[in-house]
């Protein structure tokens, strides 16, 4: 329990690090690529963590980490699609933040809506492929584990990103 609770500690830490990363590109209104390349390292850092966490609470048996991790690694491909064009709509509204008129502010919350919706319909694809590779409860477990760590990721973006100014 304590090397989960210090997995998770960690996490939580390297998402500040990331709020402050995303306060500073939201200052700028041409982000330097050195900000992207901080950025794309640590959405890769923080992939690496959420594995550590993942694997810290399955308590999986040799023979279901066979089959679970190469799912995973897929559906984590497939998430990191979905937070790529999450980054990219950040991006643009750090861009567009003084001068967003009200079609950009619509057309932006529109697609955000999108990105949840395909999260959720992602999560819906694989519980039936990880249902056949593990217990219904290990594969209940992973989703509760994946949620909870997106609704952390999401609760420090929407902790960074200011709202729009009417």
């Known amino acids: 329990m304590k090397k989960t609770l210090f997995t998770i500690l960690i996490f939580i830490a390297s998402l500040v690090m990331t709020d ?3 306060r500073a590109q939201q200052a700028s209104a041409q982000p330097s690529s050195g900000t992207d390349q901080d950025i794309q390292l640590m959405r890769k850092d923080v992939r690496s963590q959420k594995k550590q966490i993942v694997a810290a609470n399955m308590s999986l048996t040799d023979a279901e ?3 679970f991790w190469p799912i995973y690694d897929q559906y984590t491909a497939e998430t990191t699609k979905i937070y790529d064009t999450r980054f990219a709509l950040i991006q643009e509204y750090a861009q567009n933040y003084s001068t967003m ?5 619509v057309s932006l919350a529109q697609r955000w809506g999108e990105l949840d919706v395909s999260a959720m319909q992602l999560r819906l694809k694989y519980i039936p492929i990880l249902a056949k590779a593990l217990s219904g409860k290990k594969a209940a477990l992973f989703f509760q584990i994946d949620r909870r760590l997106a609704l952390m990721i999401d609760l420090q973006l929407a902790s960074a990103i200011p709202l729009v100014q009417p």
């Open 101 to 105: 008129t009200d079609a950009q502010a």
């Open 20 to 22: 402050g990363i995303l």
């Open 65 to 67: 980490a066979e089959k």
